[in-house]
């Protein structure tokens, strides 16, 4: 199996449980691993043959823009599924990570993997 990469992405929402929360904007940390099958772009050295990583942070930074909601899980899922329904992804990880939520901890959040895992060739 092929993965495209996107490590640490920031991107900017407002999320959280908590009053206070409901009235900032906060930064999450995003890691991806996609699945596709990156021959076909290999090959022809074609960037329509692959998931386009650029397209992708733009889109999910604009996601994250336009979304407010109280959980990382209510956003991961959401954000899974926006990004399925939009590429070609077989399957994917995605972690989400927010920074400084609790102070002892370098980070808390949630790891999900989606769809179909392809068969390893
Ligand atoms: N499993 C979760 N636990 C908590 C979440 C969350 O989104 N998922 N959120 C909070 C608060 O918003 C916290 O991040 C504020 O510091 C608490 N627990």
Redesign the pocket.
Known sequence: MDLVLIESLGVDTVI???DW?RTITQRLLLDLELATDIRPAAASDDIALTLDYAAICERIIAFAAEHDV????TFAERLAETLREEFAIAWLRLTVR?PG??PAAAA?G?SIQRGRQPETQ
């Open positions: 959280g449980v908590y929360e109280a959980l990382v899980e927010k939520a609790v808390v949630v």
